[in-house]
């Protein structure tokens, strides 16, 4: 089950402790994911865009 939301907005994290606990009773496992997105072509990706 996946949720959308802000892991800085504390509404967003009401949302989902409360849809969690609505539909499923408890939270078993909490990932929060971060990252900023870099358009670039398939065939010029490189190492350093991965990493970075």
Do not use: C, W
């Not at 089950?1 to 606990?21: C, P, Q, R, Y």
């Not at 900023?36 to 190492?47: A, D, F, H, T």
């Amino acid at each position: 089950m996946g949720i959308e939301g802000d892991v800085s907005n504390l509404a967003d994290l009401d949302k989902l402790f409360s849809t969690v606990k609505d539909k499923k009773g408890q939270l078993d496992i909490l990932f929060a994911n971060a990252g900023i997105i870099r358009y670039v072509p398939l065939v010029e990706i490189s190492q350093d865009d991965f990493y970075n």
